[in-house]
């Protein structure tokens, strides 16, 4: 199974933002976001992410102008450090199916770009077990010039995190955010602020 490197900062980073959207709201939202990167042996490493998409609903991530441009920051900024796009996330819950036609073509226009890219999948209702494969997995296309829309058509890919152990790591997240939780989002005000502060890291 082929791998991916992704530094731990980057990839605290959006399952925080996955699970701030899964649990402090009425019900779940779904977020959306990139990976920033360098190939390395023909290895997708990631060093970055960027949430791309905040407001969300259930079912789908809400894009507009606004998500647009921030994309087109964002290649800017990693260009200057010699770094493109290796890739995108998005959260789904448990019930739901990432494998379905708008995920498809979405995946397709990035693997366009670089054959590389992949979709990093987070299952913030899988958190409770502790266990790294219940909360993430990682494909990409077989093939983009085939016309399957079923879960047939893609790869699973392996995820590896920079100096770390996978479930070590997620038993480490899942703490740190049970302590962002009860400190930072104590005033749920700060939910509104949510974006800014998972950007400076004030955890």
Not at 38 to 66: C, F, H, M, Q
Not at 93 to 99: C, E, H, I, K, T
Request: charged share 30%.
């Amino acid at each position: 199974m082929e791998q991916i490197d992704i530094y731990q900062k980057p990839l605290k980073k959006v399952i925080f933002h996955s699970l701030i959207q899964a649990t402090q709201f009425e019900s779940f939202r779904m977020v959306m976001g990139l990976f920033g990167g360098k190939l390395k042996n023909e290895r997708n490493t990631i060093y970055d992410s960027i949430i791309v998409a905040p407001k969300s609903s259930k079912l789908e991530v809400e894009w507009g102008s606004e998500e647009i441009s921030k994309i087109s920051f964002y290649d800017e900024q990693l260009y200057e450090k010699e770094m493109f796009v290796v890739g995108w996330y998005c959260s789904i819950p448990n019930s739901g199916s990432f494998f379905n036609d708008t995920n498809r073509l979405n995946q397709k226009s990035w693997q366009y770009r670089n054959k590389k890219s992949f979709v990093l999948i987070i299952y913030p209702e899988g958190a409770p077990s502790k266990n790294f494969q219940d909360i993430l997995k990682a494909y990409r296309l077989k093939d983009i010039q085939y016309f399957d829309f079923s879960e047939n058509a893609w790869e699973e890919l392996d995820i590896s995190v920079t100096d770390r152990e996978k479930d070590e790591f997620i038993n480490e997240t899942l703490d740190d955010y049970n302590n962002f939780v009860s400190t930072e989002l104590k005033d749920k005000s700060n939910l509104h602020n949510m974006e800014n502060i998972l950007s400076e890291w004030k955890f």
